[in-house]
């Protein structure tokens, strides 16, 4: 339960993860088979993310995949977690989930982030001749707002499908910046603890000390994302989890591949430095049975006081995978 005696919400981060030996499309047919999974379970939110030139991730074409998702559902809300919006103008995006909200009305979320989603060529051949458009993420986000906006039909540019429409536009971040901007914009925010864990208390702080009540919202409202990997005991769990250690050390190493199946042990593996490096940027990240991660769960809950968790399971078996969402959702409602 919250603070204010609410129940919290869960949702689900996916990336359309690719594992090895397994093409593209059919890491969407897991994806597809996960949101349907997890929308019966009861989760709030499945929302995907922007990545571009990764062997291991096939969610680049994002919102393409959010309307095969939502498509393919019914109750479940559909978003980005998020939008790369410097790779992007803002009429295309508002064009784009304009017609995504109006396939699937009040079920779409708009999750908008700054950084590029991949390495700095990727990037320049994103953006062009656009590099710094990082730098004026506030203006783009402002942009895209007057778009949606209904006051926006006396523009001499207009977003069709898209003005008027009441899509939800989140922040979103992995340091303080991003708090600034989401509490002077009034508007909700979602950290990235799953992978950058140091600046998140501080970061909520900011958000709810500076938050200006808006038109969008009235009080601050806080997600954050948390990696999770539960199984019917500790062990299984956590030789689980090695296939997403694994996958994190070829990120630490600059060798990107693709998510491999568990092994034994990680000893002999990575170093005790990159295991050290590894655990300090996987802080946020509850591994074991369920009573475990109810346990690491709960005392996360206590620290925040975050209004919303949004998980994500680097999981190379897909049965075990869904297993894992299972136990989440049973563990999150006795919280």
């Not at 603070?3 to 359309?16: E, F, H, T, W, Y």
């Not at 009235?218 to 999770?228: I, W």
């Not at 199984?231 to 190493?253: K, M, P, V």
Request: with cysteine; hydrophobic share 40%.
């Amino acid at each position: 339960m919250s603070k204010q005696g609410i129940k919290r919400p869960l949702s689900v981060l996916d990336l359309a993860p690719v594992l090895e030996g397994q093409t593209p499309s059919e890491a969407f047919q897991n994806s597809m088979r996960l949101a349907k999974h997890v929308e019966k379970l009861g989760y709030k939110r499945f929302w995907m993310a922007e990545h571009h030139n990764m062997v291991s991730v096939a969610s680049s074409a994002t919102v393409v995949l959010l309307g095969y998702i939502a498509g393919g559902t019914s109750t479940i809300r559909v978003g980005s977690g998020g939008i790369m919006l410097p790779n992007h103008a803002p009429l295309v995006v508002a064009e784009q989930f304009g017609t995504l909200a109006s396939l699937y009305p009040g079920r779409i979320d708009l999750g908008l982030g700054r950084a590029p989603g991949t390495d700095q060529v990727t990037a320049r051949a994103l953006r062009r001749d656009r590099l710094g458009a990082g730098h004026d993420f506030p203006e783009q986000v402002q942009e895209l707002q007057q778009y949606l906006s209904f006051d926006n039909h006396t523009s001499a540019v207009r977003a069709i499908p898209g003005e008027g429409l009441a899509i939800p536009i989140w922040i979103l971040g992995s340091s303080t910046d991003s708090a600034h901007l989401a509490a002077a914009m009034g508007l909700p925010y979602a950290f990235a603890s799953h992978f950058a864990p140091a600046q998140l208390h501080t970061a909520f702080k900011i958000y709810r000390e500076r938050f200006r009540p808006s038109e969008f919202l009235q009080a601050p409202y806080t997600m954050a994302c948390v990696n999770v990997i539960a199984a019917d005991t500790d062990a299984a769990a956590n030789r689980l989890a090695t296939s997403f250690y694994q996958l994190f050390l070829g990120i630490i190493r600059g060798n990107l591949r693709r998510m491999g199946p568990p092994i034994d042990s990680m000893e002999g593996v990575w170093t005790p430095y990159e295991a050290a490096h590894a655990q300090q940027m996987l802080a946020c990240s509850f591994i074991g049975s369920g009573a475990t991660v109810q346990q690491g769960l709960q005392q996360f809950l206590e620290d925040t006081q975050v209004d919303e968790v949004i998980a994500t399971a680097h999981i190379y078996d897909q049965q075990d995978r869904l297993h894992s969402y299972e136990i989440l959702k049973e563990v999150f409602d006795r919280l």
